[in-house]
């Protein structure tokens, strides 16, 4: 009933920039959190950034100064700024939003929904 649907990683040299867009789609009441999550190969994935309904924003340390989000509600959508990309920067990165939707009993309801994720490659 709601999807989240990531746009924007690929290859960049270091130093390059990218931006992560994801939009959400579907029977959706509101939005509140939402944020940006990275996985790399055999690890956990990790919070990079994320961002409240009402604009409020928090980081992670490995990317402050270089990484900004921000969103734009009408638009159900959420954007990742990458500036100064290293190559450690290299990761799966996965959209996260916390979704009240409209269930099939008209009911609302809340779930944290995931995109299916885009690859970012940062070469030194």
């Known amino acids: 009933q709601v999807q989240l649907v990531e746009s924007g990683g690929g290859l960049v040299q270091a130093g390059g920039s990218l931006r992560l867009s994801c939009v959400a789609s579907?029977?959706?009441?509101?939005?509140?959190?939402m944020g940006w999550y990275r996985q790399e190969p055999g690890k956990q994935r990790e919070l990079v950034a994320a961002i409240s309904s009402g604009g409020s924003t928090n980081f992670a340390d490995f990317v402050k100064g270089r990484f900004t989000i921000s969103r734009d509600n009408a638009k159900n959508t959420v954007y990742l700024q990458m500036n100064s990309l290293k190559p450690e920067d290299t990761a799966v990165y996965y959209c996260?939003?916390?979704?009240?939707?409209?269930?099939?009993?008209?009911?609302?309801?809340?779930?944290?929904?995931w995109g299916q994720g885009t690859q970012v490659t940062v070469s030194s």
């Open positions: 579907g029977s959706i009441f509101s939005i509140n959190a």
């Open positions: 996260n939003a916390d979704i009240t939707y409209y269930s099939s009993s008209a009911y609302l309801k809340e779930y944290e929904y």
